[in-house]
């Protein structure tokens, strides 16, 4: 089943234009990754869909056209964003800013244990519970920001660069989480990287967008074993 749709997407920060009619799907249980350079439109898209900026065209959530609703709005359909750079609170605790995560949600019950559930995702969260954000290393505040979006629940996670600026052994690590969210929470996710390699690895589904435009798109293992995507995004 079709999770997302996004038929002819523009976008634009004021009079710029940074989406030129993108096409795109996600199917439900899924993993989508959108791949490109610096300035290709990946952020932009999670942006448009996450109603950040100004669009034109169609976006589809579960059948439901969402290009008319508020961010907030957006998030209560069970839409997480992880941006780039993490976006933790970081003079909260770790457990507060889990908290902040389930801002919309009643039942204290169902929160704590959600809570339970991200630190057995991420152990290190647990050990560093009452530290605040602030002073965690940037892979636990990004392994905070991925625990934050689960608080919401979401049917659909938008991950912004998880990877970005990170050893290579903890994206590694990051990655195999993400893998077992997908498999464990049935979230699907629509993932923005520069690291094409890892994201071709994880990923169903991959689209390559070159300056506003989708230039290639298909199964992951079929861009991943196209020489042109090879020599320009995996270096080899």
């Given amino acids: ?41 990946k952020t932009t898209t999670l942006r448009s869909i996450s109603r950040m900026v100004r669009t034109e065209g169609e976006i589809k959530f579960d059948g439901q056209d969402i290009t008319g609703l ?14 780039e750079g993490r976006g933790t609170f970081v003079r909260q605790s770790v457990e507060e800013n889990l908290h902040l995560g389930a801002y919309t949600r009643k039942n204290k019950n169902d929160v704590a244990n959600d809570i339970d559930r991200v630190y057995a995702y991420f152990p290190r969260l647990m050990e560093r519970r009452q530290q605040q954000a602030g002073t965690l290393s940037g892979g636990e505040q990004q392994m905070l920001a991925i625990g934050r979006a689960l608080m919401l629940r979401p049917r659909l996670m938008l991950l912004d660069e998880p990877s970005f600026g990170l050893a290579p052994l903890i994206v590694q690590e990051i990655y195999e989480i993400m893998a077992r969210i997908r498999d464990q929470e049935k979230a699907s996710m629509l993932l923005v990287e520069q690291n094409a390699n890892i994201a071709l690895n994880l990923a169903d589904q991959a689209y390559l967008l070159e300056t506003g435009h989708v230039v290639m798109s298909g199964e992951s293992e079929v861009l991943r074993n196209d020489e042109n995507v090879r020599k320009v995004y995996l270096g080899y």
């Fill in 1 to 41: 089943m079709k999770l997302l749709e996004v038929k002819g997407l523009k976008a634009f920060y004021r009079q710029t234009q940074a989406l030129y009619g993108v096409d795109f799907e996600l199917e439900e249980g899924s993993i989508t990754t959108i791949l490109g350079a610096n300035g290709a439109g």
């Fill in 70 to 83: 508020s961010t907030e709005k957006v998030a209560a359909l069970g839409i997480a964003h992880v941006p």
